[in-house]
């Protein structure tokens, strides 16, 4: 065997919970350490660490990514009431991605894996299509009645100096609702180049959307943040990458991306974001298959697979049943942490390592051989469908065999 590739900078190891973290050991055991000299940083994010800890380890795991620039993830569970009960928990701690996020400014990107046999809901969909999502404030973070009585709704707004700007939103004669929203120029700024960053690293046109010709102070502020921050500081790289930036209305984008052949960023609002990236990661098949990127405006990057931790599949293999859990979108946070590394440190043969660790894990499952989520999908049906180990070991024989 030849030698193992050698790593320059740490990477940000940041593992998980339930059925994720036992595919997690495995994905690295089979397929990262018989080809590369793993360099990381390791921080356990697995819920008992968390409570021994006071979750100071997830702290301290989102500033390590912002040391050393480059992190990967494992799902995590976020604690509810039940989670509370099942790990004894002395306190509902936080969402790890919530935390990593608000530490890191990010703003997160979700792309799917494309295959062959799995043909998307929208026929000319022949690219994926990326959603980036602003992750702060709007609905997200806002202030709501049900009124009940009648009464004057106002907008009001106080200056420091005691100045008060006021409007009238409604004069309620009947019962109602009333929502009072907001966003920061900063982090809309931080959207923003967290976006035309993204769009510059993965070579993708990028459109935004928003409803400006409506909402005419507010969303035609993003538009406005968007463009001067673009002609500042991205048309020229753009150009000279040779993509392109522009900007629509959101109903003229839906009907864009329904005509397109896809192979473009879509930057969006926090709640279009929302909704449109569960659209688009059912309309391409399954979530298992759907990788994530949370990218910072420093440009720090921390990936992951989109879904949870597959909590009813680990209670089978607790049980001692077989699983037939899909790996790819973790397979894909590795690879894309490590070509990331791979393209600050200038380390060619890890980029290669990432490009080929994909493709045969593409090519597996264009050969029929899957788990069963995707058996499910697949067109011609899967010739065979594996269990998640076997899978695992279905994609380092692709690799050794065909592509190494
Ligand atoms: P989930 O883990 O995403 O799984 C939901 C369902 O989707 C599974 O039951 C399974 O369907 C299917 N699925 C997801 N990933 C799959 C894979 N890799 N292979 C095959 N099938 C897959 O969501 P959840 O069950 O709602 O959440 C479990 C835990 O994850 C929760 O504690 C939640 O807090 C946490 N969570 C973490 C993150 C994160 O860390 N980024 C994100 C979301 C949720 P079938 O059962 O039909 O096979
Ligand atoms: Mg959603």
Sequence with gaps: MKDKIMMKTPLVEIDGDEMTRILWEKVKEKLIHPYIDLKVEYYDLGLAKREETNDAITVESAHAIKKYGVGVKCATITPNAQRVEEYSLKKMWPSPNGTIRAILDGTVFRKPILVENIKPSV?????????????????????????????????????????????????FKEPGVIQGIHNLESSIESFAKACFLYALSEKLDMWFSTKDTISKIYDHRFKDIFASIYKKD???????????????????????????????????????????????????????????????????????????????????????????????????????????????????????????????????????????????????????????EEFIDAIAETYSKKLS
């Design 234 to 388: 991205f048309e020229a790289k753009f150009q000279e990458a040779g993509i392109s930036y522009f900007y629509t209305l959101i109903d003229d984008a839906v009907a864009r991306v329904m005509k397109s052949n896809g192979g473009f960023l879509w930057a969006c609002k926090n709640y279009d974001g929302d909704v449109m990236s569960d659209m688009i990661a059912s309309a391409f098949g399954s979530l298992a298959m759907m990788t994530s990127v949370l990218v910072s405006p420093e440009g720090h990057f921390e990936y992951e697979a989109a879904h949870g931790t597959v909590q009813q599949h680990y209670y089978k293999h607790l049980k001692g049943e077989k699983t037939s859990t899909n790996s790819m979108a973790l397979l894909f946070a590795w690879t894309g942490a490590l070509r990331k590394r791979g393209e600050l440190d200038n380390i060619p043969d890890l980029i290669h390592y990432a490009d080929k660790m994909e493709r045969a894990s593409i090519l597996t499952i264009e050969s029929g051989k899957m788990t069963a989520d995707l058996a499910r999908l697949a067109e011609p049906k899967a010739s065979v469908v594996l269990n998640s």
């Design 123 to 171: 026929v000319s969909w022949k690219k994926p299509i990326v959603i980036g999502r602003h992750a702060y404030g709007d609905v997200y973070k806002n202030q709501e009645y049900h009124i009940t009585t009648k009464g004057k709704a106002e907008l009001v707004f106080t200056q420091e100096d005691g100045k008060e700007i006021r409007h009238t939103i409604a004069v």
